[in-house]
C-alpha cells in the first residue's frame, strides 16, 4: 500500500516555519560563529533581549512575594483583566503618561505586549480585515494577526529620518481597514513620531470613522516608551481620538522581559467602551491566557516607581553611533528605543549582513523587517562590546 504522507501541522504555519524570521536565523548564525572563534571575538547585534538588570529593589520584593505565597490561593486565578489593585495603580501612571483620566477598569493586564496585541486582535478582527503598519516594523505583527486572518499591509516610513507618513498611511486605507497599527519609540528605527504627524493621523480617521460602521482602531504599541534620548517625549495618543488604544508592557522598562507582564488601555472616551474591554477580558482568558502571571503581577506593581538605569542604554546609543560614524556608515541617530537602522552600502542586506559576519558582526538585514536595503543592530549588549566592535566595521566597510 503507497504510504499516505501525514500532514501534520497547518499550512500557513508549514510556510512560516521554512520563513524562519531573520532574527532568528541570524541570532544561530551568531551562536554558531561563537563556537567557532570562541564568543569574545564574536559582536552579537541581533537580539533585543533587555541585559541590564532590573531594579536592585526586585530581590526586596521577590523574597516578600516567596514569603506571602504559601496560603490559599496565594498563587491562584485572579479575575480574567488581572489583579484589580494592579490595574489602579498602573491606571494612575498610564493617566499621567497619557494625559487622560483612566482608571483600573479601562486596563486588561496581559502577557506582554505581545499578548496585549493578540488578545486585541482576536477581540476586533475578521478574516480579511487589514492593518497597516508603517515599514519597518517589528516582524511579529504578521503573525499576530495573521492568526485572525488579518492581513498586514506594511507603508514606508519617511525620508531619512524615518518619520511617520500620515498621508501614506491614510491613502492605504480601504474598506478592509481595521486597525493603523503604531509603534513609537520604533523598533527598529529608533524613530519618535511627532505630535504633529500623530495629529493629521487621528484626525483624518476620526472623519474616517464618522460613517464607517465599523470603526478603524489606532492602535499603539508603546514598550519602548521610557527609552527617549536627549530630552525626547512619546507624545500621548489617547486625547487624539476616541479610537486611540494603547498597550504596552514592563519587559524592557523593567527588564521584566521573562515575566510577561503587558497591558492594554481603552480610551474612556470610546463609544462601547466597556463591550470592547469585555471582549479583550475574554479573548485574553481564551486564548489560553487565563491572566497574566501573579508574581509577575506583583512585582511590576511593588516597581511601578522603578525603571532599569537608562543610562547605560544612553552611553551604548552614543557608543554605537561613533562606531558607526566612523566606520562611514550612513544612519539616523535614533531618538528612542535600543536599535539602529542604518543602509546598507551597496544597498543590498543580505550581502553586507553576510559581510559583517565574515568579520564577527552578526546584524539582521532590513527585509527581516519589511524593508530591504538596511540592517537592524541592537544595543541590548555591554558597552565594551560594541567599543570593540569598531576596528571589524571599518573593515567591512572598506
Ligand atoms: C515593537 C515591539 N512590540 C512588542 C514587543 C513584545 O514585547 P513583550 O515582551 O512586552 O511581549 C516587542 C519585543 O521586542 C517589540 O519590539
Aim: net charge negative; glycine share 8%.
Amino acid at each position: 500500500m503507497e504510504k499516505i504522507v501525514k500532514q501534520l501541522i497547518a499550512n500557513d504555519i508549514e510556510a512560516a516555519l521554512k520563513n524562519a524570521s531573520w532574527i532568528r536565523k541570524m541570532f544561530e548564525a551568531g551562536a554558531e560563529l561563537k563556537r567557532e572563534r570562541g564568543a569574545e571575538n564574536v559582536f552579537d547585534f541581533s537580539l533585543g533581549n533587555p541585559d541590564v538588570p532590573p531594579p536592585s529593589k526586585t530581590r526586596d520584593v521577590l523574597h516578600a512575594l516567596a514569603d506571602d505565597a504559601v496560603r490559599p490561593c496565594g498563587l491562584g486565578y485572579m479575575p480574567n483583566a488581572g489583579l484589580q489593585d494592579f490595574r489602579e495603580a498602573l491606571a494612575l501612571r498610564l493617566s499621567t503618561e497619557q494625559q487622560c483620566a483612566l482608571s483600573g477598569k479601562h486596563l486588561v493586564i496581559t502577557v506582554g505586549a505581545a499578548g496585549a496585541i493578540v488578545a486585541f486582535f482576536r477581540a476586533i478582527l475578521e478574516r480579511g480585515d487589514e492593518v497597516i503598519v508603517p515599514a519597518p516594523y517589528f516582524v511579529e505583527y504578521g503573525f499576530y494577526c495573521g492568526h485572525f486572518g488579518g492581513i498586514l499591509k506594511p507603508v514606508p516610513m519617511q525620508g531619512p529620518e524615518f518619520a511617520l507618513n500620515p498621508e501614506a498611511l491614510l491613502s492605504a486605507v480601504t474598506e478592509k481597514t481595521r486597525v493603523i497599527l503604531l509603534n513609537s519609540p520604533n523598533n527598529p528605527t529608533g524613530a519618535i513620531y511627532t505630535e504633529d504627524a500623530l495629529g493629521r493621523l487621528t484626525e483624518a480617521v476620526n472623519t474616517l470613522n464618522k460613517t464607517r460602521s465599523r470603526p478603524i482602531f489606532i492602535l499603539s504599541d508603546e514598550p519602548y516608551r521610557l527609552f527617549a534620548f536627549e530630552g525626547a517625549t512619546v507624545p500621548p495618543i489617547l486625547p487624539l481620538s476616541p479610537y486611540a488604544i494603547v498597550l504596552g508592557s514592563f519587559s524592557k522598562s523593567l527588564s521584566l522581559a521573562g515575566e510577561r507582564i503587558g497591558y492594554i488601555a481603552v480610551n474612556p472616551a470610546l463609544e462601547g467602551v466597556e463591550t470592547l474591554l469585555a471582549a479583550v477580558t475574554m479573548t485574553n482568558r481564551t486564548l489560553g491566557y487565563v491572566n497574566a502571571p501573579i508574581l509577575g503581577q506583583r512585582l511590576a506593581m511593588a516597581l511601578l516607581d522603578e525603571q532599569i538605569d537608562l543610562n547605560i542604554y544612553e552611553e551604548r546609543r552614543q557608543a554605537m553611533a561613533k562606531v558607526l560614524t566612523d566606520a562611514g556608515l550612513t544612519f539616523a541617530l535614533p531618538r528612542g528605543a535600543f536599535y539602529f537602522f542604518p543602509a546598507a552600502p551597496g544597498g543590498d542586506d543580505v550581502a553586507f549582513c553576510a559581510k559583517l559576519m565574515a568579520h564577527g558582526i552578526i546584524a539582521v538585514p532590513g527585509r527581516g523587517f519589511g524593508m530591504p536595503g538596511y540592517l537592524r543592530l541592537c544595543c541590548a549588549v555591554e558597552r565594551d562590546i560594541i567599543e570593540r566592535s569598531a576596528a571589524a566595521f571599518k573593515d567591512a566597510c572598506q
